[in-house]
């Protein structure tokens, strides 16, 4: 994935999409480290990009491990897709099929889970970039 930063122009509505995409309820929660960062530096980036766990995941992305590369990619186009998170082990080393990988990144924000029609989704600009 590419680095883009944006300038920030105190503009609400631009910090919505890029860190706003976790829902409980009707409630918006924020990634609130990304935020404060945005703030404190003027611009709008991705942040979580940049941690050691999106690194090991990466490995199961290239390797297209059960058809995740497929899934990420429509994920990347705006999609949506099915997921079975009943199956997922809870750990960052059992790994099954894409359901338990995509099911680890809803755990860790990168995704976002719909509950009423069993998909997962990329939530927000800071995750795209």
Not at 16 to 36: A, C, F, Q
Not at 83 to 88: A, G, K, T
Request: aromatic share 16%; charged share 25%; glycine share 8%.
């Amino acid at each position: 994935m590419q680095e883009k930063c944006i300038q920030y122009g105190g503009d609400y509505e631009e910090m919505e999409t890029w860190y706003d995409g976790y829902r409980l309820g009707n409630l918006h929660i924020y990634n609130p480290k990304s935020v404060v960062d945005a703030l404190m530096w003027k611009v709008f980036q991705s942040y979580w990009t940049g941690t050691e766990t999106y690194e090991a995941l990466k490995i199961y992305i290239d390797m297209d491990f059960d058809g995740l590369k497929k899934a990420v990619v429509k994920m990347l186009s705006g999609g949506c897709c099915k997921i079975n998170i009943r199956q997922f082990q809870n750990d960052m080393t059992t790994f099954l099929g894409k359901d338990d990988v995509l099911t680890l990144l809803i755990h860790l924000g990168y995704l976002t889970y719909n509950k009423k029609d069993g998909t997962v989704f990329i939530p927000n600009k800071e995750i795209f970039f």
